[in-house]
C-alpha cells in the first residue's frame, strides 16, 4: 500500500476511527492526534517492517511515539492495521482498558510506553542501539512534538544519538506550532528545529507533513545516510482535517460527542 | 545457608572491583548483559569492562536521565542493562526516568548507585544521598538492595542479572567490611540472622552492619543480648524475619546510612504496627542534609556509630 491515493486514504480513516475513539469517552487530545494522521499513514502503509500478527517479532521497525498523548491516533492505526479488534478502540480510557490515552506498551503494536515528555526519545535511542548491538538492520522511528523539544532530555537524547553513530534512528518532529498553552512562539520559542537538530550532528530534513509523498521521499532519503541518525521535521496544523479546530487555541484537548464525530467523518470525506 | 567471617575485618578488595569482575564474569555467560555509565567509569573502575567487551559499555556522558531512558530502551530489545552514576544522580536527578521509563514501562533495568549516604565524604552534601533508598522504595515492584559485602554484591549482582525487572543496588565503591565468608547463600527478600539474641534485634545494611555487631559486642558484655538482622534486601522487605523478632525479642533497633523518613526504620515500623505492635526505635540521619567530611566525621556528626546504637537499644528496653 504505498501508493500514494492509498496512503491518503489510510490517513483520512484514521483521523476517522480516532475521533470516533476519542468522541467514546468524550473528551481526549485531539488536536496532536490529528496532526501526525499522515505520518502513522505512511509509515504503517508501507514503510514500516511490520507483522501485525507477530507484533513483538525482533527484526521488526519500531515506532516510539513520545508526544504520549497522541496515543489514540496510534491506537486507531494499529486497529486498522489488525492488531486488535477495531471495538478495542471504544474501550479508550475506560475501566481496565488496554488503551489509556498516553501510549501504553502492554498494547499490541505499541512498541513503548510513553507520556512524560522527552523520555521516548532516551527510549528510542536505547531500542536503536540494542538492536544494532544485536546486529539487527531494523529501523527505529521516534515521533516528537514540537512543544516536546522543550523538554532537555530530548537534546541529551539528540547529542546521544550522533554520538553513537545512530543511523537506524529516523525522528520526526510534529512541528504544528502549538503546545498545550499556546503557540510554541509565545510560550517556549523553539526556533528552527532542524537547524537545532543538525547543529547535534543530525541530518536533517524539514517538509510538509500533511504531503504523504513528501514523507515517503523524505524517509527514503534519510535512509541513504550512513553514520548519522536523520531528523524530518514535519510543518503541520494542530487538529489537522477538523476544521474549525485547525490550528486555533484550545485545541489540545476539548470535548466531543459522537454526534461531532459523525459529522467530522461527514465532512471529511466530502472533502476528500 | 551462611557462614560468617569471624573477625570484624575490612574486605581486602575494593567493592567497586568486584562490581567490574563479577560484571565481566555474568558478560561472558550472557551476551546480552550490557553496562553503561555517565561519565562515572573510572570512578566504579570499570576500565576493564570497557577493555573486554568495548561494543558492550555504553558511556552516555553526563546525562543521567538519558541513561536511564537508553538503558530501558535496550532492555527492550533483549538486552540486560547494568546502569551506574553517583547514587544521587541515579535516582534523584532521573527519578521520572527511573519511575516511568523503567518502572511504570515494565522493563528490565538494573540501577547501580554509588557512594551511598555518609560513603560521598568529601564529595559533600550535593553528592550524598540520605533519601535515595525511599525514593526507589516508592517505585511498584522495584527490587532495593545493598550489599553488605563482596560476597553479598556477587551474589546480588548475578541474582539481577537473571531476574527480570528494575533493580536498585545501593553500592559503596571502597573497602567494606567482610560479613561473610565464600561459599555463603543469600535470597533476595530474606534478611540474614548474623548474630542470635533474644532480649532484642537491631536491624540493619549496608555499612551500618558493622556497626550493628560492633553494638551487640559492646550490650552482651552488659549482659544483654542482641539479634542482629542484616536486611540487605530493603525493598521487598522481610515481613517474616521482622514479626519473629518482635515476637522472640519484643523490642527493634533499626540502624541505616540514610534519612530515618523513608527508609528501613520506616518499612520496618510500618510491618510492626500493622503485625506486631512492640518498641522500636530507629538509628539514621535525622531528616538533614549531608555535609562535607571524612566517613568518620560524618559517622560522628550524623549519630551513625554503634554507641549511638547502644543508647538506642537500652532507650527501646526500657519501653520494652
Not at chain 2, 112 to 118: A, C, E, F, L, R
Not at chain 2, 158 to 170: D, M, N, P, Q, V
Request: one cysteine or more; hydrophobic letters at 40%; glycine letters at 8%.
Amino acid at each position: 500500500m504505498t501508493k500514494v491515493a492509498d496512503l491518503k486514504t489510510f490517513a483520512t480513516k484514521i483521523r476517522i476511527e480516532t475521533i470516533k475513539e476519542i468522541a467514546g469517552i468524550g473528551v481526549g487530545h485531539i488536536g496532536g492526534a490529528l496532526s501526525i494522521c499522515d505520518l502513522l499513514a505512511v509509515l504503517y502503509g508501507g514503510v514500516m517492517n511490520i507483522d501485525p500478527k507477530n507484533p513483538c517479532d525482533e527484526n521488526r521497525d519500531w515506532l516510539i511515539v513520545s508526544k504520549g498523548h497522541s496515543g489514540p491516533a496510534l491506537y486507531a492505526t494499529l486497529a486498522l492495521k489488525g492488531y486488535f479488534p477495531m471495538d478495542t478502540l471504544k474501550t479508550l480510557n475506560k475501566p481496565d482498558t488496554i488503551l489509556p490515552s498516553h501510549c501504553d506498551r502492554h498494547a499490541p503494536g505499541v512498541d513503548m510506553t510513553t507520556g512524560s515528555l522527552g523520555q521516548g526519545a532516551s527510549l528510542a535511542m536505547g531500542i536503536a542501539l540494542g538492536n544494532k548491538l544485536s546486529g539487527r538492520n531494523n529501523y527505529t522511528y521516534l515521533l516528537l512534538g514540537d512543544g516536546e523539544c522543550n523538554e532537555g532530555q530530548v537534546w541529551e537524547a539528540a547529542m546521544f544519538a550522533n554520538n553513537k553513530k545512530l543511523d537506524n534512528v529516523i525522528a520526526f518532529v510534529d512541528d504544528n506550532k502549538q503546545q498545550l498553552d499556546g503557540f510554541t512562539k509565545d510560550i517556549s520559542n523553539m526556533g528552527d528545529i532542524a537547524a537545532k537538530f543538525s547543529a547535534f550532528g543530525w541530518n536533517s530534513q524539514s517538509i510538509d507533513g500533511h504531503d504523504v509523498e513528501a514523507i515517503l521521499n523524505a524517509i527514503k532519503s534519510a535512509k541513504e545516510n550512513e553514520g548519522v541518525p536523520s531528523v524530518i521535521v514535519l510543518n503541520t496544523i494542530k487538529a489537522k482535517g477538523y476544521k474549525k479546530w485547525e490550528g486555533s487555541p484550545g485545541n489540545h484537548n476539548f470535548n466531543i460527542t459522537m454526534e461531532d464525530a459523525l459529522q467530522f467523518e461527514k465532512d471529511i470525506l466530502a472533502n476528500e | 545457608m551462611i557462614k560468617l567471617a569471624n573477625n570484624i575485618d575490612k574486605e581486602p578488595i575494593e567493592m567497586r572491583k568486584v562490581y567490574t569482575a563479577t560484571l565481566i564474569e555474568l558478560a561472558k555467560e550472557n551476551e546480552n548483559i550490557v553496562a553503561l555509565d555517565a561519565d562515572l567509569m573510572s570512578a566504579i573502575a570499570m576500565g576493564d569492562f570497557a577493555k573486554t567487551y568495548p561494543d558492550r559499555f555504553i558511556n552516555c556522558g553526563i546525562q543521567e536521565a538519558n541513561m536511564m531512558g537508553v538503558a530501558a530502551g535496550m532492555s527492550a530489545t533483549g538486552k540486560v542493562p547494568f546502569a551506574h552514576t553517583f547514587a544521587p544522580f541515579a535516582t534523584r536527578r532521573a527519578y521520572d526516568q527511573l519511575f516511568l521509563s523503567a518502572g511504570y514501562a515494565e522493563l528490565n533495568v538494573k540501577v547501580v548507585g554509588s557512594d551511598p549516604g555518609i560513603t560521598a565524604q568529601l564529595n559533600g552534601g550535593t553528592h550524598m544521598p540520605f533519601e535515595d533508598v525511599g525514593l526507589m522504595r516508592l517505585i511498584p515492584n522495584a527490587v532495593v538492595v545493598e550489599p553488605t559485602d563482596n560476597t553479598v554484591l556477587k551474589f546480588v549482582l548475578k541474582e539481577a542479572a537473571k531476574t527480570y525487572g528494575l533493580f536498585y543496588i545501593r553500592l559503596s565503591r571502597k573497602n567494606s567490611t567482610k560479613v561473610y565468608e565464600e561459599g555463603s547463600s543469600f535470597t533476595i527478600g530474606k534478611a540474614n540472622t548474623i548474630r542470635e539474641g533474644n532480649d532484642v534485634t537491631i536491624i540493619a545494611y549496608g555499612i551500618m552492619v558493622k556497626e550493628a555487631l560492633l553494638a551487640a559486642n559492646i550490650l552482651k558484655e552488659q549482659g544483654i543480648e542482641v539479634r542482629v538482622l542484616d536486611m540487605f534486601t530493603i525493598k521487598p522487605i522481610d515481613k517474616d524475619a521482622v514479626i519473629k523478632a518482635a515476637k522472640e525479642t519484643g523490642a527493634i533497633v533499626t540502624t541505616e546510612n540514610h534519612n530515618i523518613i523513608g527508609g528501613l526504620g520506616e518499612a520496618v515500623a510500618a510491618v510492626l504496627a500493622e503485625n506486631a505492635p512492640i518498641p522500636m526505635e530507629r538509628v539514621g540521619v535525622n531528616d538533614v542534609f549531608g555535609k562535607v567530611g571524612t566517613q568518620d566525621y560524618l559517622a560522628k556528626e550524623f549519630n551513625l556509630t554503634a554507641d549511638e546504637i547502644v543508647q538506642k537499644v537500652k532507650k527501646v528496653l526500657e519501653r520494652k
